[in-house]
């Protein structure tokens, strides 16, 4: 009978060490970013777009040169004659080979004066952006709903987490530039702008440009107050 009772609470013991074990490997997984690449590199193979995978296929590796690892993407300015005066212009693996596996995409930001990249959000990654010109303003809504707001001149650089809210504005007299770094080969972008308003929602993405630039301080504001 105690062999029994003993051999019983061993069973126990092991099936609660094994659902642990079970539950740390789950957290492990869903608090992963990008999965960690098998080779030492993998350029996307461009010519299989119409295979789907959760990422993109490599190319042969005698057909790797060092021009996959290349891009002038972010060399030129972007197109500001639109409603914003602003453009992203994103470099992911998609359009940049060598970054396939390696969690990373980059991206250029202009902003003419009076300007405004509208509130948006990268569900699969956190964006740590860099002012190479001109002087904007940029903030962050967290999951309580307060925003984090900061001005920043040439050389500052400011820290987007994950998948929440975000937003910047030129704050000078002359066209900003910025650059950015991400931690996924395709951060994705939720834009609410397009979201809300849509495309015939002119008037209301004025009032929301106008409230984003008018508030001055909007350290610990409401995103009611600013989005309501």
Do not use: W
């Not at 789950?26 to 350029?43: M, Q, T």
């Not at 998609?94 to 202009?110: C, Q």
């Not at 952006?129 to 303003?137: K, M």
């Not at 309580?144 to 998948?163: A, C, I, M, W």
């Amino acid at each position: 009978m105690l062999f029994i009772i003993r051999m019983a609470e061993s069973i126990n013991l092991n099936t609660v060490l094994a659902l642990l074990t079970c539950f740390s490997t789950s957290i492990l997984f869903c608090s992963a970013g990008d999965s960690d690449n098998l080779y030492d590199v993998c350029p996307t193979d461009t010519t299989h777009r119409k295979i789907f995978i959760n990422g993109f296929p490599c190319k042969d590796p005698l057909n790797v040169t060092a021009s996959d690892f290349k891009s002038s993407l972010l060399n030129e300015a972007g197109d500001t004659d639109n409603f914003y005066r602003s453009s992203m212009t994103f470099a992911t693996a998609a359009e940049f080979p060598g970054l396939n596996t390696l969690g990373l995409s980059a991206a250029r930001i202009d902003i003419e004066v009076d300007g405004t990249v509208m509130p948006h959000a990268h569900p699969r990654a956190t964006e740590m952006i860099f002012v190479r010109a001109g002087v904007v303003v940029a903030g962050f809504v967290d999951s309580n709903n307060q925003v984090f707001q900061t001005r920043l001149d040439e050389g500052g650089v400011f820290v987007f987490p994950k998948g929440l809210l975000h937003y910047c504005f030129n704050a000078g007299f002359e066209q900003a530039t910025l650059f950015s770094v991400l931690n996924s080969q395709n951060p994705g972008l939720a834009s609410i702008a397009g979201a809300m308003f849509g495309s015939n929602g002119a008037d209301a993405k004025v009032m929301l440009m106008e409230k984003l630039k008018s508030k001055g301080d909007l350290n610990g504001v409401s995103s009611v107050d600013l989005f309501g």
